[in-house]
């Protein structure tokens, strides 16, 4: 079984600086994919950005950007000039990559907020 | 109405009461998932339906039965629930097959409360 870990419950950054959220997560598969996902206060959860586990580059999306250590089973995520939407609970998720639909797995979140 | 839509967002009911939350998603998706986010502990899938057949039940109570007449409708019938069920459940969708790996799009909830 897979489990995914955000030792940070909550944090908080200034405006315009940057933070990084961590995850480590524990599985015995070799192909698979980790995400980070946003729920802002009562609003819908969004995908942030997403790791395919056999690319070795780093994903970025805008702002975004992932530190991604396979051997070390790290996934942390940076967050550049941080904006006050950014104000979120933020998880770190797993799926093993097969055909068909397979689950996420979850940790159980950072708490995130950015104060102006 | 666009990506998926869940009602009602709020509920409270007792122990003995039967209620049913709806779960509609408007992106021609053909899986959809039930999860239960509880404070403080992770997202926990519950449900699976591919082509409107149940694929996964991560040793769900009976008290929770989901339902799944299409690909775009997902219901989940609550009976008997207990306290310690109050939580937030969302429904996401996805498409299935074809790829191995489909993004999965959330509802916003509804925030369950048993008294």
């Known amino acids: 079984a897979q489990t995914v870990t955000q030792s940070q419950p909550e944090m908080s950054v200034q405006e315009a600086e940057t933070v990084t959220l961590s995850c480590t997560y524990d599985?015995?598969?070799?192909?698979?994919?980790l995400f980070w996902y946003k729920q802002p206060p009562s609003r819908q959860m969004i995908l942030v950005i997403r790791?395919?586990?056999?690319?070795?580059q780093n994903a970025t999306e805008n702002r975004f950007s992932v530190n991604f250590q396979k051997a070390a089973k790290s996934f942390s995520l940076k967050i550049s000039d941080s904006q006050l939407g950014d104000t979120a609970m933020y998880f770190c998720?797993?799926?093993?990559?097969?055909?068909?639909?397979?689950?996420?797995?979850f940790g159980k979140g950072t708490r995130l907020s950015v104060i102006a | 109405e666009t990506g998926v839509t869940q009602t009602p967002r709020h509920l409270v009911m007792g122990m003995t009461n039967k209620k049913s939350l709806k779960c509609e998603q408007h992106l021609g998706h053909n899986a959809m998932y039930w999860y239960k986010q509880s404070a403080k502990k992770p997202l926990e899938l519950m449900f699976v339906?591919?082509?409107?057949?149940?694929?996964e039940n991560n040793s769900v109570p009976s008290r929770f039965s989901p339902e799944c007449p299409n690909s775009s409708h997902l219901f989940l019938h609550l009976h008997t629930l207990q306290p310690e069920d109050s939580a937030l459940y969302l429904c996401?969708?996805?498409?299935?097959?074809?790829?191995?790996?489909?993004?999965?799009?959330f509802g916003p909830g509804t925030r369950l409360t048993v008294l």
């Open positions: 599985t015995s598969e070799s192909n698979y994919y």
């Open positions: 339906y591919n082509f409107k057949e149940q694929t």
């Open positions: 790791q395919e586990a056999y690319k070795q």
């Open positions: 998720a797993f799926m093993k990559r097969s055909l068909g639909n397979t689950p996420l797995v």
């Open positions: 996401a969708s996805s498409r299935m097959g074809l790829a191995d790996y489909n993004e999965q799009f």
